[in-house]
């Protein structure tokens, strides 16, 4: 599985097809994700929207100690 070979710490599975790093998200907005330099909106499932959104969350305040 893809989880095992890329960690989720960092990366997030949007939808059945779509696997993201959250380092490049830029915004996200209700059924999209819109990454940095990448001309296409990624789909989030409705399931998936909430988690995606407290998943960010908690990788900005991890990351944030960086900065």
């Given at each position: 599985k893809w989880g095992i070979k890329l960690g989720t710490e960092h990366f997030f599975q949007t939808h059945k097809s779509y696997i993201i790093a959250l380092r490049?998200?830029?915004?996200?907005?209700?059924?999209?994700?819109?990454i940095k330099n990448v001309s296409?909106?990624?789909?989030?499932?409705?399931?998936?929207?909430?988690?995606?959104?407290?998943?960010?969350?908690?990788?900005i305040r991890e990351q944030s100690h960086y900065f």
């Open positions: 490049y998200v830029k915004r996200i907005e209700s059924k999209y994700v819109i296409c909106d990624i789909p989030v499932s409705r399931r998936r929207n909430a988690e995606l959104k407290e998943r960010l969350k908690k990788y």
